[in-house]
């Protein structure tokens, strides 16, 4: 049920639509999860109607998430952003085996490419993915590539500025002539460029952007930018980079929509931030004694496999896999880091364990009974060890939140993930902020940040930049 106000909505830019402040990222979503499909209901059903995917999001199992649960509303009350350009996975193998043009061969498995003979594709795919006769928004995915791969040879000139926008007009050109057909209705492009100071040679500028779409059409559709912002990343709002105005600033005057992507997932030098809570504020993190009694059940539950039959866990490591976790927990960096730890020195061998057992143990009630307390209990285990290290952040979240006091941000109760997306939302210019939320909570505690308190968000933005 939608219990959202009605002046909660907000213009997205000239197109005639009218979008709700906080948008659906599906960058991390996929079909055949229950959870992230239970999360983009919900973010639905309270009002919310901007979803925002890409061709290359898992693999495409994003998009046909978005498809299977748009067929249960009305088509007319959900937005749907969706983008082109990555050549992985999928799109590798049809790379491989159909030569389009004007690839970027930037990386070993990462390939990048806006020619029209590869937008066709992605296009008719995206669609096809998602059932859609028409898709709202279609965007450009990071066409940056282009000047960043220059970059690895050579400083970016000006000839390579004119390459890199004769591409984009080209791509607008092709797009335009999907709106006549009826297959897009608006374009435009997502850049984590467009932040940049002038004086970066890979900076994407959204004037000149504009300037290739007037050239095709004078009735073009480009009307919608994407780009990274939050505390801590605030080119956009700060970086007087399109004629003397922010990107904010030039896209309000020039009637186009902008949606922030990444407003909690910082990047400061080489480490990742995450702007949230992961405790109560001030409290203590937890350390050895806490982690002991995470593994307690795990050690009691080896224990009994050795004293039934005989065998240890993890076979061909010196000891259990509470003892591997013991030893490796304390050296993860974030809960993000233990997602790739976790799969190659925990899941993988453990599956591998697992498998081997079944063979040698097949019709024993002994194991079979094991095997099902173990299962029952390694994914929570596995969970509670992400809160675990998520924990370990909170004395930085705490200093987050002490310096926007100091920036003139006032004392709330609401959570430094609500704080730091209400001040995104509150800047002029701003149509839509996208918040990855692949559960329930993450549904409910981004909605929280349409009630964070008034203030002016540019001088908060400001002030908390000269703090850095």
Request: hydrophobic share 35%.
């Amino acid at each position: 049920m939608n219990s959202t106000p009605a002046n909660v909505y907000r213009p997205l830019g000239s197109t005639g639509l009218s979008c709700h402040p906080l948008g659906f990222g599906c960058y991390r979503i996929a079909d055949g999860n229950s959870e992230h499909e239970a999360a983009l209901r919900r973010y639905l059903d309270r009002g919310g109607n901007l979803i925002d995917t890409s061709a290359n999001y898992t693999d495409g199992q994003s998009e046909i998430l978005v498809g299977k649960v748009l067929r249960s509303y009305t088509r007319e009350n959900a937005i749907v952003v969706t983008k082109a350009g990555y050549i992985q996975g999928q799109n590798m193998k049809l790379a491989l085996t159909q030569s389009f043009p004007e690839v970027v061969k930037y990386g070993e498995g990462l390939w990048h490419c806006i020619h029209p003979e590869f937008l066709e594709t992605q296009l008719f795919n995206s669609s096809q993915r998602m059932q859609l006769d028409v898709i709202d928004v279609f965007l450009l995915h990071n066409p940056e590539y282009y000047l960043n791969h220059q970059a690895h040879f050579r400083t970016p000139g000006e000839e390579d500025h004119r390459e890199f926008y004769r591409r984009i007009g080209q791509a607008f050109t092709f797009l335009e002539q999907k709106v006549k057909e009826g297959k897009i209705r608006w374009y435009g492009i997502s850049s984590n460029n467009f932040g940049l100071p002038r004086s970066d040679p890979t900076m994407t500028s959204v004037h000149r952007c504009l300037e290739e779409a007037e050239a095709v059409s004078p009735e073009h559709h480009f009307r919608v930018v994407q780009l990274p912002m939050n505390l801590y990343e605030t080119g956009g709002a700060l970086e007087l980079n399109n004629e003397g105005l922010s990107v904010l600033d030039f896209c309000d005057r020039r009637g186009l929509a902008v949606l922030l992507n990444r407003p909690l997932n910082a990047f400061r030098g080489n480490q990742m931030l995450r702007l949230a809570d992961f405790t109560s504020p001030g409290q203590n993190p937890p350390g050895k004694k806490e982690l002991d009694e995470l593994l307690r059940p795990l050690r009691e539950l080896e224990d009994d496999l050795v004293k039934q039959l005989n065998t240890p866990l993890l076979e061909g490591h010196n000891s259990g896999l509470s003892d591997l976790l013991e030893r490796l927990v304390p050296q993860v960096k974030s809960a993000d880091h233990w997602e790739q730890i976790a799969g190659r020195y925990v899941v993988g061998p453990v599956q591998q364990w697992l498998q081997t057992l079944r063979h040698t143990q097949q019709g024993n009630p002994i194991w079979d009974n094991w095997v099902e307390q173990f299962l029952q209990l390694i994914n929570p285990l596995l969970e509670a060890i992400e809160r675990f290290l998520q924990a370990q952040q909170q004395p930085l979240s705490d200093g987050i939140r002490k310096r926007l006091l100091q920036a003139g941000y006032p004392e709330t109760e609401n959570s430094l993930s609500q704080v730091a997306m209400g001040i995104l939302i509150s800047l002029n210019g701003v149509s839509c902020v996208l918040n990855g939320m692949r559960r329930l909570a993450y549904v409910e505690d981004a909605l929280g940040a349409l009630h964070s308190p008034e203030v002016n968000a540019l001088s908060v933005l400001q002030n908390f930049s000269r703090q850095l």
